[in-house]
């Protein structure tokens, strides 16, 4: 291979990066003095954010610092947690989804979710990605058939599945669950997609390709992507936000400026790998 | 070589005197622990040897082991009587050994009681499991249990004192203005179904606590209702449980002998009025084995001839469940 096409692929991928940065900022999900305690310990405190449309944010920081907590406050699958309790305002498009006219079931069919631990369901490929829009009663409306092909593409995994459909999702591998997973989160068409470590339970090979992933989805999707990983958050993300013990947000800002130079003492610690 | 062990030092895993010891106990408790499964399997072995010994005298006049003695054999009652005659009277003066009416008796109640356990187990299952608080079902989860507990006895008591006069009859004679007696199938339906809900919830609210969160997670975010999660995650994925209590309450329901005794009766008839009175295998043999019989006849050998057959039900479900939890095991992981 020459060095000028190697050139021509690196500046593609710039150009490709650029436009995506260049974008206007458009705040999807913002956060206003966002209070969450468990009991009486408090998981997140003050915290205000706003997370703009089609760009990927990553969270990091310590572990126990309240990144999977302000995910969960998202599409309120704090809800779950009996001892979960909420103050302050988390709004989607303006609108603050702990107001008492908003359904929760209906806010998760915006805002999808993936876990840190593959989850499939004991069932088939094929309805594991169905089920969304067999719960969301919108399988008369669409061909159901061609929706799983789209999520199951969309997922990077159709190659892979394609003449095993009916095998169950539990016989794959990690990797191919996790993006089973992806897929049954697009198959519906939420706005926003949560992702919780979605790599940390995978080997590199199958988080890489989660991670390109990633990056093809936000054409589509907001992302907001908790990680352990630096290079990861450095790699795929356009924001990031440094959360730190006590469930503070210390900073908040473009990747590349957290990573060369954040503003924060603390958080350079933490990327320096000082603490944490 | 040197044969003297104690000359070698080894890494601190050779054998001492006190680990010897320990397996010389080792070995002790395991001949112990292996007798007590003996004697559970010989006890099991020798109850149904009993039951085809007794068995065989009835259908060829005399048992097995008298057979083999030289004793002769002497068809008393033919298989296609037995099977396919629809009186049973073995010690009526005119005899009818026709089992049928009593094995409609024993499906009838069995049927009729699936139909009020399963729908109130299940329910009440997936409302401990997924819908109740935690201090909701700290307290419904013992009565439940304490239901589990009362003697059969009881229920029939309760059948006989309350939900034949007071629930059954008012209805068979102001809807169908049947004068109806002190038994009814639909009494023993009941009071069977009723006794066998704990069976029911409790073993299938077992199933469903173990059904990991993180399916009901997964399930939630995609924006799943309560309702859909209970029925299409944690139903199926807990479906090889929740069908094992259906067996063991339809196995209990076969078995079922005082409560359904005191609240359907005994009178042996094929019949679809659920107001009358009916009797089932065991109540049938409690009525010979506590009778004035006399030991050795016709009559009393049917006793072991009915004690077989339902022997043979019963069996026949549990090796169904077996079949079933093979085929359906719990798949998460
Ligand atoms: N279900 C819960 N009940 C009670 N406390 C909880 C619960 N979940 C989290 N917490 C507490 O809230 C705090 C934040 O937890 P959280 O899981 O959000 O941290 P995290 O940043 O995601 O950590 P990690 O990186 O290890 O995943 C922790 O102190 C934790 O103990
Ligand atoms: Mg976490």
Redesign the pocket.
């Known amino acids: 291979m020459s060095t000028e096409e190697q050139s021509l692929i690196t500046t593609e991928v710039q150009t490709e990066n650029t436009t995506r940065a260049d974008r206007p900022d458009e705040t999807v999900l913002e956060a206003r003095s966002l209070d969450v305690y468990?009991?009486q310990?408090q998981?997140l405190t003050d915290v205000s954010i706003e997370i703009p449309e089609h760009k990927v944010t990553a969270m990091i920081?310590?572990?126990?610092?309240?990144?999977?907590?302000?995910l969960?406050s998202i599409n309120r699958m704090n809800d779950q947690?009996d001892?979960?309790r909420v103050d302050g305002e988390l709004s989607f498009h303006g609108k603050n989804v702990y107001d008492e006219d908003v359904d929760p079931v209906a806010l998760r069919r915006k805002i999808g979710q993936v876990f840190?631990k593959p989850n499939p369901f004991p069932k088939s490929i094929y309805e594991n990605v169905a089920y969304g829009l067999r719960v969301q009663g919108t399988v008369d409306d669409v061909d159901l058939d061609d929706a799983v092909e789209q999520a199951l593409r969309g997922a990077a995994l159709w190659d892979e599945v394609e003449g095993k459909l009916d095998s169950s999702g539990l016989d794959l591998s990690g990797g191919q669950q996790q993006r089973l997973c992806i897929a049954r989160a697009i198959a519906t068409d939420p706005e926003v997609i949560l992702m919780?470590?979605p790599t940390s339970a995978l080997d590199p090979v199958a988080a890489s390709k989660i991670e390109d992933l990633i990056d093809e989805l936000v054409e589509e999707y907001t992302v907001v992507i908790?990680t352990?990983n630096m290079q990861q958050a450095a790699r795929i993300s356009d924001r990031t936000a440094v959360?730190l013990t006590g469930?503070e947000l210390v900073e908040f800002d473009d990747t590349a400026s957290i990573f060369e130079d954040p503003a924060d003492d603390r958080v350079e610690d933490y990327i320096t790998g000082k603490f944490g | 070589m040197s044969t003297d062990v104690t000359d070698r030092s080894g890494p601190g895993i050779r054998g001492d005197g006190a680990v010897g010891a320990d397996n010389a106990t080792d070995r002790r408790v395991r001949r112990l622990l292996f007798g007590c499964a003996v004697i559970t399997v010989l006890t099991t072995l020798a109850i149904f040897f009993v039951l085809i010994d007794n068995a065989a005298s009835y259908f060829f006049g005399a048992k097995l082991t008298e057979m083999l003695l030289g004793a002769s054999v002497e068809r008393t009652v033919t298989f296609t009587e037995f099977f396919s005659g629809t009186r049973w009277a073995p010690d009526h003066a005119t005899p009818g050994h026709g089992v049928l009416p009593i094995v409609f008796g024993t499906l009838a109640i069995t049927v009729g009681a699936a139909f009020v356990s399963i729908p109130i187990g299940t329910a009440t299952a997936i409302y401990l499991s997924e819908y109740s608080s935690k201090s909701v079902r700290s307290k419904l989860k013992p009565t439940l249990e304490i239901l589990a507990g009362i003697p059969t006895i009881v229920y029939g008591y309760f059948a006989i004192a309350f939900i034949n006069p007071v629930i059954v009859a008012p209805i068979a004679e102001t809807l169908f203005g049947i004068n109806m007696g002190r038994y009814s199938l639909l009494s023993g339906m009941l009071v069977v179904g009723i006794m066998t809900i704990p069976m029911v919830s409790s073993i299938s609210e077992d199933a469903m606590s173990a059904v990991p969160d993180d399916l009901r997670n997964g399930a939630y975010a995609l924006g799943a209702t309560k309702f859909d999660v209970s029925t299409r995650i944690v139903l199926p994925a807990s479906i090889s449980g929740v069908f094992a209590s259906y067996i063991l309450a339809v196995s209990r329901a076969i078995g079922e002998t005082m409560a359904v005794t005191l609240a359907a009766g005994m009178q042996p008839q094929i019949t679809a009025n659920p107001f009358a009175e009916i009797m089932t295998m065991t109540a049938y043999m409690v009525k010979m084995a506590r009778g004035t019989t006399a030991v050795g006849t016709v009559e009393y050998q049917s006793l072991f001839a009915v004690g077989l057959l339902l022997f043979v039900m019963t069996l026949s479900m549990n090796l169904l469940n077996d079949w079933f939890k093979r085929r359906f095991q719990e798949e998460y992981r």
């Open positions: 468990y009991g310990d998981a920081g310590p572990s126990g610092c309240g990144k999977s907590t302000f969960r947690i001892a979960c840190q919780d470590e908790v352990h959360f469930g």
